[in-house]
């Protein structure tokens, strides 16, 4: 399927999204405007989240932005009325914050996901729900790669809450039939991503420091592998996920390319920046013992479902993302604005 | 060991008890206080829930009974502080009314976890915390007996919860190290169980109907197994937990005797019972959804372990039962006093 047939199944689609203004919301917002789509964005744009005024650059007349918090009962019930698709993107990602304050947490990754499910089935039971689910929700990986039969052992309590959030968009399908698909998201990287801390991914540290000319810190000894899913290729999956019925009530590993060590992804973005330096430091003492070690995913059964593939090789998607923080990073780099 | 010898391990502790005038908290009060334990009961006597005065007849001097919710931010903190020893077994159990009301389901079963976690990592962190789970996190079982291995699939929204509480403790347990461990309970029955409803087992409106002579409905074809914990057998499992170390930071299955049929169970019931009928009905559609088919446990863990066994027949602990609440009854049969 082109990019463009792809595109044309969600012109006049009526689509929310929520944590809308953040690294893949607002990056599904710049595919389904062109796409004709009918979107709105919800975002708390709490500062300690993704969301960012700068990630809608360029739609801002084309978006109905809603700035709320979902976590109040009121904001949601409303906009899921006349919806018929809901990519469910908000989430507290860092798994440290859920340590300090598992309570937020909880909230938000949890709490906040009922509420939202319970809108769609009292106002909107055909809309298509899909969720962001998360790799972290696997734990230290016990074999690898990690297919979805991997047993979820959530090694912090973002992990705990994420697989809860993700088994009550399953049970609200098999229970209900709302029809809901879930994608099991590893390191997603590129453009409009959070690079002011660690919070979405250390990766937006990495590219902060890169083109600021600071030095990149690897924790570890630098030989752990990750995987990692460019914006557009995770874009294009929920995109599928949202169209395929091979999706519905399925809970699908997204992965990318191939899986590489850290050191040999910080050698691909001192040379995609065109010079930089990194060096090893140990493990901080508060992050071990929520530390997964090797990850990363066999996405075989999204491939094989949904046609999906990756398109973007990390040597190109990390100078994509290089050259657009070296364009707009005064708007990501300290507090959002 | 004995029962002396194990009831000797509880001497002088400080224990308190959540759900504490609920069935197996208050069971466990009936062991620990002639052990010469200092025990405090706190629970909510939400006329929902389990917790019934009648449950602690003839201890009423010897423990300290607080009614309080602990889904009070305020209630825990002060409780824990001096405690050496938590059971903790306040809970919403009905997975009906976690469907129909999550939120309630999920503050006690998710937020109150959390709440009295942190109190204890803030104020006891020395102190034992055996935590009651149950078998609703496996949902259907794949493979039967089922295994601590098996996958955490639950079918409702009290499994989700219940399955993240579980992961709170073990959590608590590797990151701060607080002294943790996790019984899976099964069906567990006998005196002093609600009986006004199926909130805590379906078995318990059967000695309900057997004494008071109305005829038991089994729902489905009668063929389903599962298997029972008599509240004797549980005490010593939850006594075991608290006091042997190879059950830190374990989450251990608690089974029973055997497997049985419920057409078998309602034969013996009626047995014991000395009389009665039982006729099998369609299983209702508003329960289907979150029917699990067949369970029946693997505690062969528990059982090497702990060295714990059953010691109680079903049908003598049919017969116990029966002739509890043909004594007891008017306190059970409606609202909780």
Known sequence: MTDAELAARFRDRRVLVTGGLGFIGSSLAHALVPAGADVVLVDSLSPQY?????????????????????????????????????????GQTSHLDSMRDPFTDL?????????????????????????????????????????????????DVNGIHKAAGERYHLLYHEVYGLPVSVLRLTNTYGPRMRVSDARQTFLGVWLAALVQGREVEIWG???????????????????????????????????????????????????????????????????????IGDYYADDG?????????????????????????????????????
Chains 1, 2 share one sequence.
Not at 113 to 131: D, G, H, S, Y
């Open 50 to 90: 993704g969301g960012n005024r700068a990630n809608i650059a360029g739609l801002e007349e084309d978006v109905r932005v809603v700035v709320a918090d979902i976590r109040d009962p009121d904001v949601l019930p409303p906009l899921v009325r006349d919806r018929d698709l809901v990519f469910n993107l908000a």
């Open 107 to 155: 909230e938000i990754n949890c709490h906040a996901q009922l509420t939202l499910l319970e809108a769609c089935r009292a106002a909107a039971p055909a809309a298509t729900i899909v969720f962001a689910g998360t790799r972290q929700i696997y734990g230290r990986p016990r074999y690898l790669p990690v297919d979805e039969s991997h047993p979820i052992e959530p090694v």
């Open 221 to 291: 000894d630098g030989s752990q592998l990750r995987d990692f899913t460019y914006v557009d290729d995770a874009v294009t999956a929920f995109l599928l996920a949202a169209s395929e019925p091979g999706a519905l009530g399925r809970a699908l590993n997204l992965g990318g390319e191939r899986a590489v060590s850290l050191r040999e992804l910080a050698e691909l973005g001192v040379r995609a920046n065109g010079g930089g330096t990194f060096r090893i430091v140990p493990y901080p003492d508060d992050r071990k013992p929520i530390d």
């Open 301 to 337: 059964a999204l491939r094989e479902l949904l046609g999906w593939r990756p398109t973007v090789p990390l040597e190109e998607g990390l100078a994509r993302s290089l050259d657009y923080y070296r364009e707009h990073g005064p708007l990501y780099w300290g507090e959002t604005p």
